[in-house]
Nanobody, 122 residues
Framework: QVQLVESGGGLVQAGGSLRLSCTAS????????MAWYRQAPGKQRELVAL???????NYADSVKGRFTISRDNAKNTVYLQMNSLKPEDTAVYYC????????????????WGQGTQVTVSS
């Protein structure tokens, strides 16, 4: 019904930058908040950044000042600009979206992307 497709991951040296993108498609009426999560080996999945439909943002303390989340509502796309990357940022990054599907505009459902690997070398 709804698919989230991520791109932009890769290998980068410490101090470098990457820009992740995630585009939602399918039977979408509207998208509420969109977010990025990450999961490192042996660790719990954690929230990295979130952006509401109105553009308000929240960040994990570990990425404040380095990462920026943004969205293009016309394209159903959310971005994560990652600057000053550290080895501790190495993880699989997952896109998340809360969606009002066209089949039921009153129901808010959560969907996940497939994940994209980000590796930061020291």
């Amino acid at each position: 019904q709804v698919q989230l497709v991520e791109s932009g991951g890769g290998l980068v040296q410490a101090g470098g930058s990457l820009r992740l993108s995630c585009t939602a498609s399918g039977s979408i009426f509207s998208i509420n908040h969109m977010a990025w999560y990450r999961q490192a080996p042996g660790k719990q999945r954690e929230l990295v950044a979130l952006i509401t439909s109105g553009g308000n943002t929240n960040y994990a303390d570990s990425v404040k000042g380095r990462f920026t989340i943004s969205r293009d509502n016309a394209k159903n796309t959310v971005y994560l600009q990652m600057n000053s990357l550290k080895p501790e940022d190495t993880a699989v990054y997952y896109c998340n979206a809360a969606v009002h599907e066209a089949v039921d505009k009153w129901r808010l459902s959560t969907f996940w992307g497939q994940g994209t690997q980000v590796t930061v070398s020291s």
